[in-house]
């Protein structure tokens, strides 16, 4: 994934990524409804994060696939590549309000990459 902060739709990268992560994460709260290894909690809160993020992005140009994103500690590595992406994209705006909207998306899809990596089985997150 190519998260050049000069790339023009750089937002519009990071909406459709928060779509695939709110389906992945519901997903992944279902299956630990099943699976106790996996943190339920955790995962519900991973996609209310994501859906934080969303508050501050673009609507996506495309309807995200169902959850395909699997769980594992991939997406987190890409969650917080992305949000270091607009981290630096918020600090080269000049609008004060893009500044702030960059920023506050990075800061919920760091707390998201956070919950999801707490959500995953013993051995694959946080819980080792």
């Known amino acids: 994934m190519n998260l050049s902060p ?7 990268v ?8 709110i389906a992945a994460a ?3 709260a279902e ?8 943190d339920h909690l955790a995962a519900l809160a991973a996609a209310a994060y994501a859906t934080e993020a969303t508050m501050y992005l673009p609507l996506p140009e495309a309807v995200p696939e169902d959850g395909d994103a699997g769980a594992d ?7 917080n590549d ?3 992406a607009l981290d630096e994209l918020g600090e080269r705006s000049s609008d004060l309000r893009r500044i702030r909207d960059r920023h506050m998306a990075a800061l919920h899809i760091r707390d998201a990459a956070i919950a999801w990596r707490n959500a995953l089985m013993v051995g694959q997150g946080a819980a080792e």
């Open 6 to 12: 000069d790339r023009q739709d750089l937002e519009q």
């Open 31 to 38: 299956l630990a409804a099943r699976d106790e290894r996996y």
């Open 14 to 21: 990071a909406a459709s990524t928060m779509d695939r992560t």
């Open 73 to 79: 500690l991939s997406l987190v590595g890409q969650l």
């Open 82 to 84: 992305l949000a270091d």
């Open 26 to 28: 519901y997903a992944l």
